[in-house]
């Protein structure tokens, strides 16, 4: 089975984070990986969601953790049983499955409950008696297994209805029903007297695989002949019952495919059980694991885009292999495992660098994909005013409109102004739509920023965006919280601060502890204008 790579861009995704996800898995698909699937870690704001239907794409899974998961470990023991089964079946594969226990399912493969070595052993302890068979509701198909027996007659359906007799119990004038199994053996000088039914069931055994049984005249039961000897016939018939009266119902315990190891491993620990079952969303039983299998798994793939950082990433990366990376932003702490595929330039997008590999892998552009990717770099570079946006963003963006036949600026700035929208959101939206979370020295710093055409409605909410600032920081334990509000009609951005550590940003930016907020003309870029001053200034202490 080949594995599945997961791409995608930061949490709190911006345009950039998902078309870049979007362009790079259909890359990935046209160039060898078929595999691959785009995805994103967080709802898509509303200029991308703009982006999206302006060229009839669907926005990418969201998906919440790469933990390795009951998904991810190898099942290889498929071995179940049905409450029909026989104890003599059932116990040959407990015993070869180490682990225990076994899964009962039903006709439809669904788990029911749990037969374990313990439960199983109250069978051999029972005593066996003449109605044992017809009470066990006993399947005659359970019978001729066990027994491997030849039949003679009609292979007889459904289950046991009579009693069992052995035929030294029979007297001549013993009343046999048509329900009643005789046992008689190939010797027994008698025998005819187990066929006194006249159309039951008779076992006869110790008879050998390659010899005929001559069947009295006018008998039309069934007879069934077996290699065994009368001893083992009646040692095996006490286990041709079904387990169905020893199967345990009450504490099953099993496991889901999207159930991730870490909670497998506490549950299993906490368990007097060693093999449990693994089941679908539908409760149908694919296999089981034990202990031992919590070791034997395969970590996820995963290929960052627009992102490097794990605290700007996904739960459980840590866990995941990094495939590969392509980014537009510093490199913080990136350490794997094993080489990757990383490529990291100082462009305005993530988006103009994917551009860059269609050309160089020679793979045409989708009209579609073309418009994403040009969303993107319009986000990013704010329709080029940010000081982060390049040449090389200005030509591939140029490029991309063509194939994608829209008006550069006409579609940028519609893009721009559909995102932006300040009177509609709650502060919790503005401050959360692209917040990103930085370690500098010894601070955690939230740093959020929004564009708008709406510039104004910002002063009627002022009060309400700091006291949610202040919030976040309490809650989340961060030293400072800024909110970049950028108007590229304006050109620059005013700079909300809150938070316990504001001295930073008078060190940084000359903003004195008593100002809440401040504008900043030519200021467009977080990731050039905001960061490395407050990085200079953190490291510093
Ligand atoms: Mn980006």
């Known amino acids: 089975m080949s594995q599945m790579t997961y791409v995608f861009g930061h949490q709190k995704p911006d345009t950039d984070s998902i078309c870049a996800a979007i362009a790079y898995a259909y890359l990935k698909r046209e160039t060898g990986s078929p595999e691959t699937e785009a995805c994103r870690l967080g709802p898509v704001n509303k200029e991308t969601q703009f982006a999206l239907d302006t060229f009839g794409v669907e926005a990418p899974r969201l998906i919440k953790s790469v933990k390795p998961q009951v998904s991810d470990i190898h099942l290889n023991n498929d071995s179940m049983v049905t409450e029909e089964n026989s104890i003599h079946h059932t116990m040959d594969l407990i015993i070869d499955n180490p682990g225990r226990s076994l899964p009962v399912v039903d006709d439809q493969k669904k788990l029911i409950g749990i037969i374990s070595l313990p439960d199983i052993m109250h069978a051999y302890s029972d005593p066996f008696q003449e109605d044992g068979l017809m009470k066990a509701k006993t399947p005659y198909r359970n019978i001729i297994k066990t027994l491997n027996a030849r039949i003679i007659g009609d292979t007889p359906e459904g289950v046991v209805k009579g009693c069992f007799f052995n035929n030294s119990q029979l007297a001549p004038d013993t009343k046999l029903s048509s329900d009643d199994v005789v046992l008689t053996t190939r010797n027994d000088s008698s025998r005819d007297m187990a066929f006194a039914n006249g159309n039951g069931c008779v076992i006869i055994s110790d008879v050998p695989a390659d010899m005929d049984m001559p069947i009295p005249e006018g008998y039309t039961g069934t007879t069934m002949l077996t290699e065994k000897s009368t001893f083992e016939v009646i040692r095996l018939l006490e286990q041709v019952m079904p387990i169905r009266q020893y199967v ?27 093999r449990f079952p693994v089941v679908t969303d539908d409760g149908v039983v694919l296999g089981t694991i034990t202990k031992s299998s919590l070791l034997d798994y395969q970590r996820k793939r995963v290929i960052l885009v627009d992102h490097n950082e794990k605290t700007q990433s996904i739960a459980g990366l840590e866990d995941a292999e990094i495939a590969e990376i392509i980014d537009h932003h510093r490199v913080a702490e990136v350490q794997t495992d094993a080489p990757l595929y990383m490529r990291v330039e100082p462009l305005g997008c993530t988006c103009t660098i994917i551009t860059k590999m269609y050309q160089e892998k020679d793979v045409p552009i989708p009209k579609k994909i073309a418009g994403l990717l040009l969303s993107a770099i319009i986000s990013d570079t704010l329709l080029f005013n940010s000081p982060t946006c390049t040449e090389q963003d200005k030509q591939a963006a140029q490029a991309l409109a063509k194939i994608a036949g829209v008006n550069l600026r006409e579609y940028g700035r519609s893009m721009l102004i559909a995102g932006s929208n300040l009177g509609d959101m709650t502060p919790k939206q503005i401050i959360g739509a692209d917040r990103k979370i930085f370690t500098m020295g010894n601070y955690k710093i939230e740093i959020s920023q929004i564009n708008t055409g709406d510039y104004k409605s910002l002063f009627n909410k002022l009060k309400d965006l700091l006291a949610q600032m202040q919030e976040n920081c309490e809650k989340e334990g961060a030293d400072l919280a800024i909110l970049m509000v950028t108007d590229i009609v304006l050109g620059g951005s005013e700079l909300l601060i809150a938070g316990e550590q504001r001295h930073l940003v008078r060190d940084a930016f000359g903003i004195e502890d008593e100002d809440i907020s401040q504008f900043f003309p030519g200021m467009f870029s977080r990731k050039k204008q905001v960061v490395p001053p407050l990085m200079r200034v953190a490291s510093e202490e």
Do not use: A, R
Request: hydrophobic content about 35%; cysteine-free; glycine content about 4%.
């Open 248 to 274: 345990n119902h009450d504490t099953m315990e099993f496991f889901m495919l999207s159930e991730t190891l870490e909670d497998v491993k506490g549950n299993m620990l906490s368990s007097p059980h060693n």
